[in-house]
């Protein structure tokens, strides 16, 4: 995999890292449900919710209608774009192009707690970025995973071996981070995530004072 993650605007001490609110970083390998993660916990934050904003992020991928509900834009769009300051942090893996929106900045600037999945590769980038970052990374058995890209028919044989093979890189490994095992039942790993973001909303509310 070929991942690199650039800082879209130029970082100014007096703005930079950004404070108030957390920055939640979720990773992990391809199968590993981590849309499915975030999805059952943001579905049962309740009163919370309009503290937590879960970020939309582009892609140079067409919706196909079994993955995340993203941006699209072509790669000439996509660079033009990175070239005008309109995202926060953008990488690639896998042949494709990804960024974060600007707008998590001020999101993360008026205190609320912003949740994105991201490479593994550019958490260092978003912790220069942002005072509080928690990084998240949900994983699951090797079977567990070989069978999930299978199933959700993307890649050919080959290109799941190669996820896989990323999957066990230990370069890969992220420093502090809360490793949630989403081999098992969805609710499981669910109720463990949803207690990272109750964690996070409290320290955002408290983060001005300490």
């Known amino acids: 995999m070929r991942a690199s993650a650039t800082l879209e605007r ?11 609110g957390v920055f939640i970083a979720v990773a992990g390998p391809s199968g590993a449900g981590k849309d499915s993660v975030m999805e059952y916990a943001r579905q049962r934050l309740g009163p919370a919710d309009s503290d937590v904003v879960f ?12 993955g995340e509900d993203h941006d699209c834009l072509t790669d000439a769009a996509f660079e033009k774009a990175k070239a005008e300051g309109r995202f926060a942090v953008s990488w690639e893996a896998n042949g494709l192009k990804y960024a974060l929106p600007g707008s998590v900045d001020a999101a993360v600037r ?16 978003l912790r220069e970025r942002y005072g509080n970052v928690i990084a998240v990374v949900i994983t699951a058995e090797r079977d567990v995973l070989a069978d999930r890209l299978s199933r959700r ?16 890189a230990k370069e890969l490994a992220v420093a502090d981070a809360t490793v949630i095992d989403n081999s098992g039942a969805l609710q499981e790993a669910g109720e463990r995530f949803q207690a990272v973001l109750r964690r996070a909303i409290a320290w955002s509310a408290v983060s001005d004072s300490v």
């Not at 130029?10 to 108030?20: A, T, Y």
């Not at 008026?110 to 980038?125: L, Q, T, W």
């Open 55 to 66: 970020v939309r992020r582009t892609i140079t991928r067409a919706k196909d209608g079994a």
């Open 110 to 125: 008026e205190g609320h707690v912003a949740v994105a999945n991201v490479s593994r590769s550019v958490i260092p980038a």
């Open 10 to 20: 130029v970082i100014e001490e007096q703005d930079f890292p950004i404070r108030h």
């Open 153 to 168: 028919g993307r890649e050919t044989r080959t290109e799941v071996l190669e996820r896989l093979e990323r999957a066990d």
